[in-house]
């Protein structure tokens, strides 16, 4: 079974950086899609970004598009989420998802990921 760890949250200031890390273990994560989800208190799960299995393409949510960046390195086995431009509308808990048979239509969907992590808190003050 894959478990998943993130970590590198934090608290940070309006236009700071501040990337996240998942690793998974119990198996490689070679052939899942990997996705970051993110959660605001009184506000429901919404999608991130998305790297799928097929061909590394990547997907974001229109908030983050041209500021985060999903990427994967192999040799290392973890997925990363490097954030830019940080605004307190992007506080929240962020959650590492994966899943091995994601299709394109519902790979916004949270439901569809079988695999999750324990989530780690960012902090964006003004």
């Known amino acids: 079974q894959v478990q998943l760890v993130e970590s590198g949250g934090g608290p940070v200031q309006s236009g700071d950086s501040l990337t996240l890390s998942c690793t998974p273990s119990g198996r490689s994560f070679q052939t899942y899609t990997m996705a970051w989800f993110r959660q605001a208190p009184g506000k429901e799960r919404e999608f991130v970004a998305a790297r799928r299995r097929s061909g590394g393409t990547t997907h974001y949510s229109d908030s983050v598009k041209g500021r985060f960046t999903i990427s994967k390195d192999n040799a290392k086995n973890t997925v990363y989420l490097q954030m830019t431009r940080l605004n307190p509308e992007d506080t929240a808990v962020y959650y590492c998802?994966?899943?091995?048979?994601?299709?394109?239509?519902?790979?916004?969907?949270?439901?569809?990921?079988?695999?999750w992590g324990q989530g780690t808190q960012v902090t964006v003050s003004s």
């Open positions: 998802a994966a899943d091995s048979g994601v299709i394109l239509s519902q790979l916004r969907v949270a439901s569809s990921y079988d695999y």
